[in-house]
């Protein structure tokens, strides 16, 4: 039971982190942190995604990760990379994706909180979701998932590497294809949970 629900925090912590890092450029604390994880050394996806993510941290300007971020998510008009679902899964936002999301996260209670003015298919708010729901259900969690992030968050990954304007990202992409990975292995397990948000990462890097 210690193990599983390690293993649940981890993956949780591991959710934010990713929205965290997609809903804004990373803070100084955030890249300070990221460039002193201890990662293991390791064939795994995972552990080759943490290594490159440390990598980049450690290289980090805080003003270039500003403009990266800016480049590549916003632009003028639009980003080189999509952080929308309904992007990747129809070709244009706001669509039926956002719609099925909107009802899905009414019918599991939650609310979208007031200083929140992305559409509920940003891949942070999706993250931020799934961090929760880690504690839940499994085939709670692996509905969701698969319904709102597996369609398309590995051309969303792709489409930061090909961006010209990619450098740090390109490493939060590599995590999140292999998370993403990962994630739709483990649903195929059995494991269990109840409900628990935070942004603690301390740790994360055993999770492989």
Known sequence: MENTNEQQSLRSDIYLLLATLFRQAPSEELIEFLAALDVEQSESAMQKAWLALQEAAKNADREALDDEYQNLFIGIGRGEAVLFGSWHMTGSLMEKPL????????????EREDQIKEPE??????????????EEDLALQQ???NKHIAAWYDAFAQQIEGAKSADFYRSVAALLRAFGTLEQVQFSKNTKSNKHLKIDVKNVTEYE
């Open 99 to 110: 719609a099925d999301i909107r009802h899905d996260l009414e019918l599991l209670g939650f």
């Open 121 to 134: 298919d940003h891949i942070s708010a999706l993250c931020e979701v799934m961090a929760m729901l880690t």
């Open 143 to 145: 509905a969701f998932f």
